[in-house]
């Protein structure tokens, strides 16, 4: 399965590099294509020497070469590949990543890449567990970024404890994972909305709600991991790009209907953003002033972009999903918007202040569909995405049209 494959791995300054040989033999026994970036700090543990004998390539080390530019460019070195690997992944460049740095190759490279990133840690056990590496492992996975141990064990300092770079094999099979998941949705389209609108009143103020857009933009980026052309429509939100999604910018309820039947026809249409239910029915043209009366909002009610898509006839996507965020019977209210909507499956989610669902990084998801209620545990936004999308590949059936 992996035969073809481009793989781009990038070595950091660690005892463990010298596994990344063994690593490379291996990929390269299963016809895959490695090509290296080595750090600095890398150089001394293992040589340029054995990784370019091993990848059977040249060992990109500097950023600023003038040859190395000239023959191929950070930026396209970033790009031609299908999957980054990063092993050892040291505390070092875990940070440099989670800041967005760009002070080497290894980290420009990381920055500048548009491709999926598999991370193998590997460091001492009290480096490991220092609040600043677990922070910034969760603002990695946030964005995406996969990872395959690190084990536990003896380390090189002689400690004992999590810290030990996953063997090659370990990674092997990750990566194997990763290019056996990536696929199940190859050829499909997805449309996905998230955050929330932006409803305007006069130039300076709007309505909106506490939508964050982290449960849209991780279903967004969970659909495009597993091959499907994405395209997000989101409302204005502080999330990075998911990666691998075309992302569409909008504000208010009547632009995200007018992105998303651009985006059709889809197969899989997901509809995560809190859209306002009502918009003024004539915002002000200049910024209403304080005049001593109280002003009056007259509304009218938005397009419903969810049932809309649940309704567009033959362009209706294949299966269309809705969310719904309650604060009281929660899954019956699901059940009556599914029936009015006309959706397929509805989520059902707590929005009540208690639940922290509102841009929370959790969520408790209940799944309605045609034949019941599926409870599933509280769970990560971005295990919730993955779920989901796993679900969806299920049900289209893996490969088929
Ligand atoms: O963004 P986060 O902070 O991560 O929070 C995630 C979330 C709580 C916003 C998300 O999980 C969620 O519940 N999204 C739906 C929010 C919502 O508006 O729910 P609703 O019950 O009001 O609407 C039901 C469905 O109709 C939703 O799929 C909604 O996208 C859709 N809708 C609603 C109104 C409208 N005019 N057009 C729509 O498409």
């Known amino acids: 399965m992996l035969a073809g494959k481009r793989i781009l791995l990038i070595i950091s300054g660690g005892i463990a590099a010298y596994k990344s040989l063994e690593l490379i033999r291996r990929l390269r026994d299963r016809g895959v294509s490695v090509r290296c970036i080595m750090t600095a700090a890398a150089t001394n543990f293992v040589t ?3 990784v370019a004998a091993l990848s059977e390539d040249k ?4 950023l600023w070469s003038l040859t190395d530019e000239s023959e191929m460019g950070h930026i396209r070195l970033s790009r031609e590949a299908d999957l980054v690997v990063v092993a050892p992944a040291t505390a070092d460049l875990l940070a440099r990543m989670a800041a967005g740095m760009a002070d080497d190759l290894a980290a420009t490279t990381l920055i500048a890449t548009d491709k999926p990133v598999l991370i193998a840690p590997a460091m001492n056990v009290v480096m490991w567990h220092h609040p600043a590496t677990q922070a910034n492992l969760t603002l990695l996975a946030s964005r995406g970024i996969l990872r395959v141990g690190p084990n536990a064990g003896k380390l090189a300092d002689g400690e004992e404890g999590l810290g030990r ?7 092997l099979a990750a990566i194997d994972d990763f290019f056996a998941g990536s696929g199940l949705l190859k050829g ?4 996905v909305t998230s955050g929330p609108t932006h409803e305007p009143i006069d130039p300076v103020r709007y309505i909106a709600n506490r939508s964050s857009g982290k449960q849209g933009h991780a279903i967004a980026a969970a659909l495009a991991a597993l091959g499907a052309e994405t395209t997000l429509v989101s409302g204005p939100t502080h999330e990075p790009d998911p990666p691998g999604a075309r992302v569409v910018r909008i504000e208010t309820a009547q632009e995200m209907l007018v992105a998303c039947e651009a985006a059709l026809p889809v197969d899989i249409a997901v509809c995560a953003a809190a859209v306002a239910d009502w918009r003024v029915a004539s915002p002000a043209t200049q910024k209403v002033k304080k005049d001593g009366r109280l002003p009056v909002l007259s509304l009218t009610e938005n397009p419903d ?3 809309r898509l649940s309704t567009t006839g033959a362009a209706r996507p294949r ?3 809705g969310f719904a965020a309650e604060t009281e019977e929660i899954v019956r209210h699901a059940q009556e918007k599914r029936r009015r909507k006309g959706c397929d499956w509805i989520l059902a989610n707590d929005v009540s202040p208690a639940s922290g669902t509102f841009g929370g990084d959790s969520n408790r998801i209940h799944l ?4 019941g209620v599926e409870d599933w545990p509280a769970m990560s936004k971005r295990e919730v995405a993955e779920r989901l999308a796993k679900r969806i590949a299920d049900h289209l059936g893996a490969g088929t049209t």
């Not at 060992?59 to 500097?62: G, H, K, P, S």
């Not at 770079?165 to 990674?171: F, N, R, Y």
């Not at 499909?188 to 449309?191: Q, S």
């Open 188 to 191: 499909r389209r997805a449309l």
């Open 48 to 50: 340029p020497l054995s």
């Open 368 to 371: 309605v569909d045609d034949t």
């Open 319 to 321: 299966l269309v999903v």
């Open 59 to 62: 060992v990109y080390d500097e």
């Open 165 to 171: 770079l996953a063997e090659p094999h370990e990674i």
């Open 305 to 307: 972009i969810l049932a």
